[in-house]
């Protein structure tokens, strides 16, 4: 019976190591973080945001604390970067499709190794868990916006990375939940009701919303193509995985997703969590929409050049990111302890190549050196490894690769 005890405990073992198979040893270089703010910024690159003069507030910040000047997001588009910041995969998805929510009998792309694309068109995403195998990320980006030459570039055009068949469906919040740490996903324009099969809300109405029960009837009458799509799901990442969806942990699940009146709250009170991941939404984040006027229109032309850009789109992500700084350094939170504050852009503007996926990264703390600014090269899986390292988690998914820098010099000593 000893014996038989032995081998079932080295199965259970061998089991547990299969099951995480991709969270690798604690990364190094950075110091003990107690807060990290994480605000994520919309489509553009780094040359369309550096010195230009409807982003003075951007520019200032990314002089007076530290700038890296060689960030690659990995690949396109918006909700296949998010996962990448906070998951450090993929997890099988090169769209920006909405969940196939709480569908607990759909096969996840992990598990069929088969990407979940815009074009070839794909249909909506399995809830995110379990292990398998995610989508390689190539050079060239012809699942997008494009199919045909040039392409669009993922990286610099030059590095790839190849499909890791041994991916586990885990983001940032489950090792902080597992280390007894906290986390929110901080989301404006959320509906009051929450996140859940929310794919798009303008904060009062969205895709759930039946627009027959609104009377008197209009003429025309209206529907969800009148919706101003300010929330979108894609860029509220933790919603996509099945654990926060199914929500059997009440520390990681809908109640952690919570709208901009909660953020200014918990800032004002200093309770704030461990990680804040905050997203403005899609006019304040300069991503634009075509039907919320002129303010927020869409960029005239994607072209990677500030010739192309709508100035009042980069004025009003300007102003939200000085309103977000502000606000985090007015905390009581701010001062104790090791924090920092990560403005970043998810990709670049969709321009064709040769303009690269380099973006604007800003990080700012409240210790050690600034003015920094790093040449290095750094992707979205260099700021997760370098974020799990401030907290001395394990490295997850692509941040154990070999080639994935810790940012040391940008977080300081």
């Known amino acids: 019976m000893k ?47 550096l010195n230009n003069p409807n982003a003075p507030f951007t520019n200032s910040y990314a002089r007076s604390a530290n700038l890296a000047t060689q960030y690659y997001a990995v690949a396109h588009p918006s909700l296949t970067n998010y996962l990448e910041v906070v998951g450090g995969s993929n997890f099988g998805v090169l769209s920006d499709n909405n969940s196939d929510w709480h569908n607990a009998s759909c096969s996840t792309n992990l598990a069929t190794g088969i990407a979940d694309t815009d074009n070839p068109p794909s249909p909506a995403i399995c809830p995110i868990g379990g292990t398998g195998t995610d989508a390689a990320t190539t050079a060239m980006d012809f699942t997008n916006e494009t199919l045909g030459s040039p392409g669009e570039i993922n990286i610099d055009g030059k590095m790839s990375i190849a499909a890791n068949a041994n991916t586990v469906g885990r983001t940032i919040a489950d090792q902080l939940v597992d280390a007894g740490r906290t986390w929110k996903s901080y989301q404006e324009s959320l509906p009051v009701t929450g996140p859940d099969r929310v794919n798009n809300s ?23 193509a009148d919706l101003v799509n300010l929330y979108a799901a894609k860029h509220n990442p933790f919603v996509y995985f099945a654990n926060v969806q199914a929500g059997t942990n009440p520390l990681n699940s809908y109640a952690n997703v919570v709208d ?7 800032l004002r009170s200093g309770k704030v969590p461990n990680y804040s991941f ?18 927020c229109n869409f960029d005239p032309s994607d072209d990677g050049t500030q010739a192309g850009l709508n100035p009042a789109l980069i004025y009003l992500g300007d102003v939200t990111v000085q309103r977000l700084v502000t606000a985090i350094h007015n905390s009581p939170a701010w001062p104790h302890g090791h924090n920092a504050i990560v403005v970043l852009w998810d990709e670049n ?20 050196l600034h003015q920094v600014q790093s040449g290095q090269f750094y992707t979205h899986f260099s700021l997760l490894k370098s974020i799990e390292a401030g907290f001395g988690l394990p490295c997850l998914n692509h941040a154990c690769d070999e080639n994935v820098n810790v940012m040391s010099d940008l977080f300081g000593k």
């Open 278 to 295: 905050i997203s403005p939404n899609q006019c304040n984040d300069q991503h634009g929409r075509g039907n919320a006027g002129a303010f």
């Open 349 to 368: 503007d969709y321009s064709l190549a040769p303009n690269k996926n380099r973006v604007m990264t800003i990080v700012d703390t409240n210790y050690g």
């Open 202 to 224: 303008d904060g009062f109405y969205s895709n759930l919303t039946d627009f027959s029960k609104i009377k008197p009837v209009l003429n025309p009458p209206l529907s969800s």
């Open 260 to 266: 901009f009146n909660a953020l200014s709250g918990d």
């Open 3 to 49: 014996k038989k005890a032995v081998i079932v405990a080295l199965l259970a073992g061998a089991l547990t190591c299969a099951a995480f198979a991709q969270e690798g040893p604690v990364p190094k270089g950075v110091p003990h973080l107690d807060h990290v703010f994480i605000i994520m910024m919309e489509n553009h690159s780094y040359k369309q945001i």
